[in-house]
Antibody
Framework: EVQLVQSGAEVKKPGESLKMSCKGS????????IGWVRQTPAKGLEWMGI????????KYSPSFQGQVTLSADKSISTAYLQWRSLKASDSAMYYC???????????WGQGALVTVSS | EIVLTQSPGTLSLSPGERVTLSCRAS???????LAWYQQKPGQAPRLLIF???IRATAIPDRFSGSGSGTDFTLTISRLEPEDFAVYYC?????????FGGGTKVEI
């Protein structure tokens, strides 16, 4: 069974850094793109970017380029989403998801809630 | 960027009814690279349909997708109690990938 398990909820202050994880199992992790999606009540679902764990090829959404960093460690089947300096506007639910052959997201992590507040 | 507009925003229905959800794209979605997801409160989205009309694994056949170009439809032939949720369309033909704003199906 394909599973993506994300790290837990985080409460951070503005300016702090954060690195969240997404561990895959039940499939060949290195050979499927992993995407990250942000969800907020105001903007709904937003695609942030995708990473190919085998060679760490990355494609960012223009809206998130320079704001976050995607990475992956195929040796431990884990993808990461990182911020250097959080803002209140980064408060959201974040999902990782496996990308299927044609580009849809066929399996999703359980989500991780990030709250950024002073 | 392809903008996806879903209508209606909310549907109030009863179990057993047939429902048709619409997703309209601001430009043609090539190769019909459009998916539908279901999301229930406190849960992640779940893939229902991809490539406009292919049901994902373990999705009941009461769910069907159709359409091409700029107009796509998700149909639920007979609503079951567990189908009350929010439904999103998603295009993955062009970067940036985009999602519709969702249609809530409520009792």
């Amino acid at each position: 069974e394909v599973q993506l398990v994300q790290s837990g909820a985080e409460v951070k202050k503005p300016g702090e850094s954060l690195k969240m994880s997404c561990k895959g199992s039940g499939y060949s992790f290195a050979t499927y793109w992993i995407g990250w999606v942000r969800q907020t009540p105001a903007k709904g679902l937003e695609w942030m970017g995708i990473i190919y764990p085998d060679d760490s090829d990355i494609k960012y959404s223009p809206s998130f380029q320079g704001q976050v960093t995607l990475s992956a460690d195929k040796s431990i089947s884990t993808a990461y989403l990182q911020w250097r300096s959080l803002k209140a506007s980064d408060s959201a639910m974040y999902y990782c998801a496996r990308m299927g052959a044609s580009g849809h997201f066929d399996s999703w992590g359980q989500g991780a809630l990030v709250t950024v507040s002073s | 960027e392809i903008v996806l507009t879903q209508s209606p925003g909310t549907l109030s229905l009863s179990p057993g009814e047939r429902v048709t959800l619409s997703c309209r794209a601001s430009q043609s979605v090539s190769s019909n690279y459009l998916a539908w997801y279901q999301q229930k409160p406190g849960q992640a989205p779940r893939l229902l349909i991809f490539d406009a009309s292919i049901r994902a694994t373990a999705i009941p056949d009461r769910f069907s997708g159709s359409g091409s170009g700029t107009d796509f439809t998700l149909t639920i032939s007979r609503l079951e109690p567990e189908d009350f949720a929010v439904y999103y369309c998603h295009q993955y033909a062009n970067s940036p990938l985009t999602f519709g704003g969702g249609t809530k199906v409520e009792i």
